[in-house]
């Protein structure tokens, strides 16, 4: 279900922004931009609405692995009141990082699809968001021998990649990748 009110969802994000950045004393300029194109083959994201920062600040926003980043895109998804399934609607980017991050979900991906064929042993991810987890997800949905599963509860939900025909009972420990 599309964002109600857009326009209105902006002002909002505007108004937030506007304060972290006066309040906090921050270097930082944005965009926001309303149904922003999406690339082709990316079927994994399409925002409704995407925050781009950028200045002299950006190395807070994405010290420790864009953690003040995400936590700002959390705290408008929470004012904006979208329901968790919807989080994908708003997007916050700083330097490009959201895309880079996506390229190494991938390549993790594959890497972590290929141990489970040598091996055959299931291979359990880090703890990640849901919206990492479903990018894993999605780059592994079209092979055939492999299946994927998220498991945990809370800040300890990963993703694991399964041989297809892999059996649960008396499943040894997955290996995490590092």
């Given amino acids: 279900m599309p964002i109600p009110d857009k326009?209105?969802?902006?002002?909002k994000i505007n108004t937030f922004l506007q304060a972290v950045v006066t309040h906090g004393g921050l270097r930082l300029k944005y965009r926001i931009v309303v149904d922003p194109p999406v690339p082709e083959n990316r079927d994994w994201e399409s925002p409704e609405i995407l925050v781009d920062l950028a200045?002299?600040?950006?190395?807070l926003l994405l010290d420790r692995g864009g953690e003040l980043l995400r936590a700002l895109e959390l705290l408008a998804l929470e004012m904006?009141?979208?329901?968790?399934?919807?989080?994908e609607k708003v997007c916050f980017d700083c330097q490009n990082h959201r895309?880079?991050?996506?390229?190494e979900l991938r390549?993790?991906?594959?890497?972590?699809?290929?141990k489970v064929r040598k091996t055959g042993t299931p291979y359990e991810f880090s703890p990640m968001s849901s919206r990492e987890r479903r990018i894993v997800h999605l780059a592994l949905r079209d092979e055939a021998d492999l299946?994927?599963?998220?498991?945990?509860?809370g800040m300890r939900r990963c993703l694991v990649v399964f041989p297809k025909d892999?059996?649960?009972a008396g499943m040894p420990a997955p290996r995490t990748i590092p």
């Avoid at 200045?55 to 190395?59: E, M, Q, R, V």
């Avoid at 904006?80 to 989080?87: D, K, M």
């Avoid at 299946?147 to 509860?153: N, P, Y």
């Fill in 107 to 114: 390549a993790a991906a594959a890497v972590a699809a290929e």
């Fill in 80 to 87: 904006l009141r979208l329901p968790s399934g919807e989080h």
């Fill in 147 to 153: 299946r994927t599963e998220s498991q945990g509860e």
């Fill in 7 to 11: 326009i209105a969802a902006a002002n």
């Fill in 55 to 59: 200045g002299p600040d950006s190395a």
């Fill in 166 to 168: 892999y059996k649960s």
């Fill in 99 to 103: 895309s880079m991050r996506i390229q």
